[in-house]
């Protein structure tokens, strides 16, 4: 496996934005794609954004036009940026690349609490 490090998240109010990053380590040969899934309480973890090797970029419909997908293939990083931000966008947001290192892997990050409220 590929380990993962996030960072960002935290406690913001509605209307306001954040950024989260996310780091693949190690000796990665090729990513197939990367994305950002989230959790709230009580509720089963969804998608909400990916980038595909293509570049090509699919959102949750709750997010679009609110959120940007974006990578780095130079450092292997994936960021999210998430403005306009909802009470309802709070959860625990995980990280999640594919890709091939000495074999096929599909690693998530340690997750980040975003809590969006007044």
């Known amino acids: 496996q590929v380990p993962l490090v996030q960072s960002g998240g935290g406690l913001v109010q509605p209307g306001g934005s954040l950024t989260l990053s996310c780091a693949a380590s190690?000796?990665?040969?090729?990513?197939?794609?990367m994305g950002w899934y989230r959790q709230a309480p009580g509720k089963q973890r969804e998608l909400v954004a990916t980038?595909?090797?293509?570049?090509?970029?699919n959102y949750a419909d709750s997010v679009k036009g609110r959120f940007t997908i974006s990578r780095d293939t130079a450092d292997n990083r994936v960021y999210l940026q998430m403005n306009s931000l909802k009470p309802e966008d709070t959860a625990v947001y995980y990280c999640?690349?594919?890709?091939?290192?000495?074999?096929?892997?599909?690693?998530w990050g340690q997750g980040t609490l975003v809590t969006v409220s007044s």
């Open positions: 980038v595909t090797q293509p570049g090509s970029t």
């Open positions: 190690g000796t990665i040969f090729s990513i197939e794609a």
């Open positions: 999640n690349v594919r890709g091939i290192s000495s074999a096929p892997f599909d690693s």
